[in-house]
């Protein structure tokens, strides 16, 4: 399962390693949203919320879809700006087209489904099935897809006002904290870039790499896919809030961004031989290793999970039952949907390797 950005042909100034303001405050969210994925992070996300005024805590959660199991593409700039607000000014820059797409996507909870012409915000058909696709998901979910696609406008304005808050709030503080960290890191790569070329550059990037014959570029994501970067050049955003992930974001007509982690890994607890062995044994099988990639995007149906992978629903199920046993998912019913969840602290325990493996 790669992402593979073809660069044959590309001139090393099209290849860029860049810091992002809304990025990293992109991947902050997601610690907030998430902070199972980020147990080194636990500490400042609960003073973070604890910080919070009601109505900006409110407010993250009614979008946290934007950036909670996949980040919606104009909060990873294709444009990299040295702050916040100018990057904030970009994104107003968008069409509402592109805009509400990124959105639904990432509302929808599956970067598989594609919303083409015609488009949900002018065409019925694909506006119900844009709905249906959220409201699978949750209320919540729900809500903010009818509000984007009844007055795209207005929440473009809310979720611009919300990042200007969180600025306030918490963002502009850790931003400042980082600041050193990326710089070195940029101060490296761009060096290496420039004397030893792209594949010294990413040669300390974890799940990246330069193909043999140096043509494309290889990343480790739970897909198969590929991108190409010869109009557009290729981003490299060093991220210290997003260890482990590794963030790839990549659409026609903008420039692939990887978004990658700086920060050093903690290490992992030990756990009992019988607990690996029964849980090794259930992460033997390649789909259920996939679906286990899936999930710890955010939780998921089994009806998502066998549309985004083309496999038959019981097909599903029987694996998920084998993960459910090993005690590396929990379920959850919400109305006549059951929802499943990767169990992150066992997960963890099987070692940091493993963690960050299925959670790129």
């Known amino acids: 399962m790669t992402l593979r950005i073809d660069i044959s042909g590309l001139p090393s100034e099209r290849l860029r390693f860049a810091a992002s303001p809304l990025a990293e405050l992109t991947a902050m969210l997601h610690v907030l949203a998430e902070p199972g994925h980020h147990p080194q992070l636990a500490g400042w996300a609960g003073t973070v919320w604890a910080g919070l005024r009601p109505e900006l805590a409110e407010r993250l959660r009614e979008a946290e879809f934007l950036w909670r199991s996949s980040r919606a593409d104009f909060l990873v700039p294709a444009r990299p700006r040295s702050t916040l ?11 509402d087209e592109t ?3 990124a959105a639904l996507v990432t509302t929808c909870g599956n970067n598989r ?3 083409a012409a015609p488009s949900p915000l002018s065409d019925a058909t ?5 709905l249906d696709l959220a409201q699978a998901r949750g209320a919540l979910q729900e809500a ?17 006002d919300t990042l ?3 600025a306030e709030a918490f963002f ?3 931003w400042t904290s980082v600041a050193g960290q990326l710089a070195t890191d940029l101060r490296l790569r761009n060096d290496l870039l420039k004397r030893q070329g792209i594949g010294a550059a990413l040669a300390s990037i974890s799940s990246v790499t330069l193909a043999p014959d140096g043509n494309s570029i290889v990343v480790d994501k739970a897909q198969d896919n590929a991108a190409a970067a010869q109009g557009t050049g290729i981003l490299f955003y060093p991220s210290v809030f997003g260890r482990p992930h590794l963030v790839a974001v990549h659409a026609p007509g903008r420039p692939p961004v990887v978004q990658y982690p700086v920060a050093e890994p903690s290490p992992s607890e030990p756990v009992s031989l019988e607990t690996v062995t029964l849980r090794l044994e259930a992460l033997a099988h390649p789909v259920r290793l996939r679906l286990l990639r899936t999930l710890a995007r955010g939780p998921h149906t089994t009806g998502e999970l066998a549309s985004a992978w083309g496999l038959s629903s ?7 039952a084998v993960l459910r046993r090993s005690g590396l998912l929990t379920a959850q019913r919400e109305g006549r949907y059951v929802r499943y969840t990767v169990n992150l602290p066992d997960l963890a325990a099987l070692g940091g390797d493993l963690l960050a493996a299925v959670l790129r």
Do not use: G
Request: glycine share 0%.
């Open 85 to 95: 607000a100018e990057e904030l000014d970009e994104v107003d820059r968008i069409d």
């Open 99 to 101: 805009y509400v797409t």
């Open 113 to 115: 489904v594609h919303f």
């Open 126 to 130: 694909a506006r119900e099935r844009a």
């Open 144 to 160: 903010f897809a009818e509000r984007l696609l009844a007055d795209p406008a207005a929440v473009r304005a809310q979720v611009r």
């Open 164 to 166: 200007e808050q969180c």
């Open 172 to 174: 502009d503080a850790a």
């Open 314 to 320: 019981p097909e599903v199920s029987r694996h998920l």
